[in-house]
């Protein structure tokens, strides 16, 4: 496994995984309440790509597969929050609703983006 901090890691795929379980709710909510189908799906596709992609990371073939993957991860995570921030603003989502799902996603895109720099630095030592 080519990342050095398991306790981050574990950290990062228990947050992406609750985030995913929580994206799945609102998609199904956004159908079935919202009637709304479009936004839902690329919302259900991306926000749950997030941990796919941190689970694929552990069996990386090399360091830079590894770093590969997380990177997909936070573009995923990147797509998420658009469409987060399209559903609030169109008034799909209530403020409260969203203020919590912002703050989960903001806090994974922080995590990626310190496990990237972080892999980056081990592979260049190694």
């Given amino acids: 496994m080519y990342f050095n901090n398991m306790k981050k890691e574990s950290i990062i795929k228990d947050k992406t995984y609750?985030?995913?379980i929580r994206i799945?709710?609102?998609?199904?909510?956004?159908?079935e309440e919202k009637k709304e189908y479009i936004i839902s799906k690329q919302l259900l596709r991306s926000g749950t790509s997030v941990g796919a992609?941190?689970?694929?990371?552990?069996?990386?073939?090399?360091?830079?597969?590894f770093v590969h993957k997380f990177h997909i991860?936070?573009?995923?995570?990147?797509?998420?929050?658009?469409?987060?921030?399209?559903?609030?603003?169109?008034?799909?989502?209530?403020e409260a609703l969203f203020l919590s799902l912002e703050q989960d996603i903001k806090e994974i895109l922080r995590l990626l983006i310190v496990?990237?720099?972080?892999a980056k630095n081990n592979s260049i030592k190694n």
């Fill in 24 to 31: 799945i709710k609102l998609s199904t909510f956004l159908i």
């Fill in 18 to 20: 609750a985030f995913a």
């Fill in 73 to 94: 991860s936070l573009k995923e995570a990147n797509e998420t929050e658009y469409w987060l921030n399209l559903l609030r603003d169109t008034d799909y989502l209530n």
């Fill in 53 to 65: 992609l941190i689970r694929e990371a552990e069996y990386a073939q090399s360091a830079a597969d």
């Fill in 115 to 118: 496990s990237i720099k972080t």
